[in-house]
């Protein structure tokens, strides 16, 4: 666990050397979704193939129409050899038609999969995760390296393969054409590909580093935008614009050098490739003079030659391409690949259903020790032990940081401990599946998460089938209904992201209701009344007692009023249990919990 924290988040992960590893064997994953689509696959190589053909066919159709047409003083003959001409450029603009839908349609659903198997894996890593990395990183994976390889695989794979098919076919019919001039041409290749092997590394690396600094930018973004209350309430607009335009600037920097490269290798490529043309047709244009090759013949040499250089130029725009989307996927990889250390055993156990001779909530910690990932010199719980019985109120009181909601965060299993065990109903919770788990827990945390969806919707997050009726019925236990009812659209009304058209107060009250609604036999209240007024917490405390009853409920309370009436209170300091009684029981003995009430209900 401990050697876990010393590891880099991995989207910053190997960001100075990454340029010296990354290679084009990330883009191997994309194929699992590929294949999912035979149809697809088989419609854009059948009609790429149709499509390359009639490219090729061309030229032999234009050197037949200024051989045979031009030779002739029949207009019919040169009327025969326009149509056949026309015919090739439809066949070629329908095949290219259908093998462009073909292959976006291709690209836009593998990359639809691919999304949706990212976000899928990320909803099911730990907290640990989410703790050393940076939402904005997230954000930009999902956005700007899944769109470099919808990219690829919607255009520059295609391109590739069509360019290679072209290539190929145009130096074979160069060759066939005039073995002579195309031995001229075959001495250019290698000044070709030199450039493309020399700058491909470079490009492939800068690829890499561009995107980071893309994330870096995003996250940034991602992290002022969620604290825009804070930044206005400092004034601090202007010193989260220049640092966002630090970050904007840094990828700016880095693509430029990619830019840049790639821009010398394509420059290169051009004038490499049609300065070898230029020459043959030097010596073409002195054959045709000298009688050794008809015009028409030195016609389609030309359009081969044309053919083949522009495919030529098109590989080496598509290689840095490739090679962006290739460091793209490995950042991709790395996020697949990220194991959850908080996961379901291969057999789990189910806990016990209730009933009236035997009710459910039990709760053991036991010799509990716990860091967190992030902190681990320090322990947030030391050999903690506390035994909850069904439908028992405990209250966890103590100053910040003693480990209150280290408790609950345990208890949710969104961390394991170090050493000792947790149970509930006599279960190691190591032993079940974490989703059974959390569905017998119903949490109102102290900052509650209000969705960018309506008041129905967002109080019916506690029991996803619940109906309209019982949304509402829950909203009136949790005393929101009054408020709610008074929106302009009712409970259709849209609450602004993270809630910001509700109060803090309003805001608490709902998240109580998703918590009536889900009816769990275990409720956790994470200073649920810290956000309320007087007037309000006194109608919100009647509420919660209700949900209590019957339930097991552990209770954290900076404000002692609201742990009065629990049926034992556990005082907490430095992640140990220092005084456990009643609230009469624990004034009487003295110490944290006497002095903190002292200083809250003197006069």
Not at 41 to 70: K, N
Not at 345 to 365: E, M, N
Request: aromatic fraction near 6%; charge should be positive; charged fraction near 20%.
């Amino acid at each position: 666990m401990n050697q876990a924290v010393n590891q880099p988040a991995p989207a910053a992960a190997t960001t100075e050397t990454a340029p010296a590893r990354v290679n084009l064997r990330p883009l191997r994953a994309l194929w699992p979704y590929v294949r999912r689509y035979p149809k697809l696959i088989a419609g854009w190589l059948g009609f790429l193939a149709l499509s390359s053909a009639s490219t090729l066919t061309l030229p032999v159709a234009v050197r037949y129409m200024i051989d045979r047409g031009f030779s002739h003083a029949q207009a019919g003959s040169i009327d025969r050899w326009f149509l056949i001409l026309l015919a090739v450029a439809l066949v070629l603009a329908f095949a290219t038609a259908a093998r462009f839908y073909c292959v976006s349609l291709l690209g836009e659903r593998v990359i639809a999969d691919l999304r949706r198997n990212l976000y899928d894996r990320l909803m099911r890593l730990d907290m640990a995760f989410f703790e050393r990395t940076r939402t904005g990183e997230l954000v930009s994976r999902l956005s700007a390296d899944t769109e470099l390889l919808r990219t690829v695989v919607a255009s520059s794979m295609s391109i590739a393969l069509r360019s290679v098919i072209t290539v190929l076919g145009a130096a074979t019919m160069l060759t066939v054409t005039s073995p002579r001039l195309a031995g001229f041409a075959a001495i250019g290749i290698p000044l070709v590909i030199l450039p493309i092997v020399l700058f491909g590394r470079r490009v492939r690396g800068m690829s890499r580093n561009s995107q980071d600094r893309i994330a870096d930018a995003n996250a940034r973004a991602g992290e002022t935008l969620n604290a825009m209350h804070t930044v206005q309430s400092y004034a601090r607009e202007s010193h989260e614009s220049e640092r966002f335009a630090g970050a904007v600037e840094n990828a700016y920097r880095a693509a430029r050098k990619r830019v840049r490269t790639q821009a010398t290798l394509t420059a290169s490529v051009i004038v490499l490739v049609f300065g070898a043309i230029v020459a043959v047709l030097w010596i073409g244009a002195h054959d045709v003079i000298g009688g050794g090759m008809s015009a028409g013949t030195l016609t389609q040499f030309v359009f081969y030659a044309v053919f083949g250089a522009g495919s030529v130029g098109a590989l080496s725009e598509v290689w840095a391409e490739v090679q962006r989307a290739g460091g793209g996927m490995a950042r991709i990889n790395d996020l697949l690949a990220e194991v959850p250390r908080i996961a379901a055993p291969t057999q789990p156990k189910t806990l016990p259903s209730a009933s009236s001779a035997h009710p459910v909530g039990a709760i053991a910690f036991e010799h509990v020790r716990f860091h967190y990932p992030a902190r681990p010199d320090t322990a947030a719980l030391e050999d903690f032990s506390l035994t909850v019985r069904p439908g028992e109120t405990i209250a966890l009181v103590g100053p910040s940081g003693a480990g209150k909601s280290t408790v609950l965060q345990l208890l949710l299993r969104f961390h394991d401990p170090q050493s000792g065990s947790i149970k509930i109903d006599g279960i190691d919770l190591r032993e079940l599946d974490p989703t059974q788990l959390r569905e017998r827990i119903a949490l109102v945390p102290q900052d509650p998460v209000i969705f960018g969806a309506d008041a129905m919707e967002n109080i019916r997050y506690g029991k996803l089938d619940a109906s309209e009726d019982d949304v509402i019925a829950a909203a009136r236990n949790a005393e929101a209904h009054e408020f709610l009812s008074a929106l302009p659209e009712g409970y259709r009304s849209f609450l602004g992201e993270k809630g910001t058209r509700l109060s803090g107060g309003q805001q608490q009250r709902l998240a109580i209701a998703r918590a009536v609604l889900k009816d769990a036999p275990i409720l956790l209240l994470d200073e649920a009344t810290s956000a309320l007024d007087a007037q309000s917490e006194r109608a919100i405390q009647q509420a919660l007692e209700r949900l209590m009853q019957g339930r097991t409920t552990l209770v954290i309370a900076h404000r002692l009023a609201t742990v009065l009436r629990a049926d034992h209170i556990v005082v907490l300091d430095h992640g140990r249990i220092v005084a456990e009684g009643t609230h009469a029981e624990l004034v009487a003995q003295g110490g944290l919990y006497a002095e903190l009430a002292r200083l809250q209900f003197a006069p």
